[in-house]
């Protein structure tokens, strides 16, 4: 593994819808710095059913067929987040998104933000999965979130939570001709 990756083979490494659509699709060099450092980290991504669907309604379904060809990401289900503790997780996730967005309502929060807290903790309450977790998301105001979530139900040693920009620069030097 790369001693600057924030990401683990050891770890149950969740992946965010936004994650796919800001790298974009094969050929983009977003793409290939992505899927670069997650093929060197030697992780395989788990991405949730119900994040594969926005994934082809985001247009970027390509990328994820060519991660699930090359292995370094598969679809999974998801665990049903039933834990007392994951559910918390997601409604505390929830309320730090509102208070972010000025023009939300905790009530108008997006539910999947909030539930890879809930998912999260799911995956470290099913012992027979995970001891740590790690989620990716593109999305900077969910990341502080659930990092909010997290922290407030002590799992900070075992749940890291990151952004693409984490992993890859922010830096955009691809080109859309319109």
């Known amino acids: ?39 060197r980290a030697s992780v395989t991504l788990f991405v949730p059913s119900r994040v594969e669907e926005e994934i082809e309604q985001g247009g970027v379904r390509p990328a994820l067929e060519r991660a699930q060809d090359e292995g370094w990401a598969k679809t999974v289900d998801a665990p049903t987040v039933s834990h007392s503790k ?36 799911e995956y470290l309450l099913d012992k027979k999965t995970a001891d740590t977790v790690t989620v990716i998301t593109a999305d900077r105001i969910a990341c502080e979130a659930i990092e909010t979530a997290i922290s407030s139900l002590g799992y900070t040693g075992q749940v890291s939570i990151i952004t693409l920009w984490d992993l890859i620069d922010a830096e955009d030097d691809d080109f859309t001709l319109i």
């Open 86 to 121: 994951a559910t918390t997780a997601q409604d505390i996730a929830r309320r730090a998104i509102a208070s972010k967005s000025t023009d939300k309502d905790e009530h108008d929060v997006e539910k999947a933000d909030p539930v890879f807290a809930g998912l999260a903790v």
């Open 1 to 39: 593994m790369d001693e600057s990756s924030p990401l683990s083979p050891e770890h149950v490494t969740l992946v965010d819808t936004n994650v796919f659509i800001s790298a974009g699709n094969p050929g983009t060099s977003k793409h290939r710095r992505f899927r670069q450092v997650v093929r």
